[in-house]
């Protein structure tokens, strides 16, 4: 694989649409397996220069040499400066992808919500706080943010995993609104189930609520490939979440209490079991 410096984005080219990704310096992280590795994979068939983190690294390694891309494995939020060297110096695309499903309600322990907090918020921070001063100088760089639907919506029997999902995607939001004049291209990925660990990991709310629309994670980086065409931040992956969004929106009583009437049939569920 060529680690070399990818094209040149100091015009902002390299924002714009997924033609300019051949040559793109690309890192994913959490990508050993489900989205993540769906998205290397992608990005990698477009031509990008891929590095794949994951805290697995054996996981790490496997998709990497699949792919022929390198493979950077450790803490998401610790892996910019490695990934940077390993691309050659420059990171023009970061898939702020790894993330912690969280169940539990408001009674989960301390370090529950501090773990959740830290990898589904924090990470994305911190990996923010040491591409931009690079991408603003250049004028040019393209922040993907793994949110979920949750982060739209929520979701029942996760109180850490929500809150903490609505708090990726307001950073991501954030980082929208303040740069994009200056070249910076962000897209929130919020779907609903995807077929992997982490919908198992969701239990019988998952079943419930996620498993009878499921996708495969290969439709959710088809999905994001769209959105870097079109120059589109939300990427839904499931397009019925627009509606559900726009009616949480526009009639919030309504559509708590209907959320409401899906908590209780979880519990009633649950109780059966």
């Known amino acids: 694989m060529n680690a070399g410096r990818s094209t040149d984005t100091s015009t902002g080219e390299g924002a714009g649409g997924a033609d300019g990704l051949r040559g793109s310096g690309v890192v994913v992280t959490g990508a050993g397996g489900g989205i993540g590795a769906a998205l290397a994979r992608r990005f990698a068939a477009e031509g990008a220069r891929v590095v794949v983190n994951d805290l697995d690294a054996d996981r790490a390694k496997v998709v990497a040499e699949e792919i022929g891309a390198v493979a950077v494995p450790g803490d998401a939020s610790a892996v910019v400066d490695e990934a940077r060297n390993a691309l050659g110096g420059t990171v023009d695309v970061w898939c702020a ?20 907090w830290d990898v589904n918020v924090m990470a994305h921070v911190r990996a923010a706080r040491a591409l931009l001063p690079e991408w603003l100088e250049r004028g040019g760089g393209r ?8 982060g739209l919506l929520t979701m029942i029997g996760a109180a850490p995993y929500s809150v903490s999902k609505h708090g990726a995607y307001a950073f991501a939001e954030w980082l929208s609104l303040t740069y994009r004049h200056r070249g910076l291209r962000v897209h929130a990925i919020c779907p609903q189930g995807v077929r992997t660990d982490m919908l198992t990991a969701a239990g019988t709310a998952g079943e419930l609520v996620l498993a009878p629309t499921a996708i495969e994670p290969e ?54 079991e």
């Open 97 to 116: 992808n790894a993330g912690l499903s969280s169940p539990g309600d408001a009674f989960a322990d301390e370090d529950v919500w501090a773990a959740a």
């Open 143 to 150: 922040f993907v943010s793994t949110v979920s639907a949750a």
């Open 219 to 272: 439709d959710v980086a088809d999905a994001l490939i769209d959105a870097i065409d079109a120059d589109r931040f939300l990427v839904l992956p499931h397009p019925e979440v627009a509606g559900y969004y726009r009616n949480r929106a526009t009639d919030p009583e309504r559509w708590l209490g209907t959320m409401n009437h899906v908590q209780q049939a979880w519990e009633a569920g649950t109780r059966e």
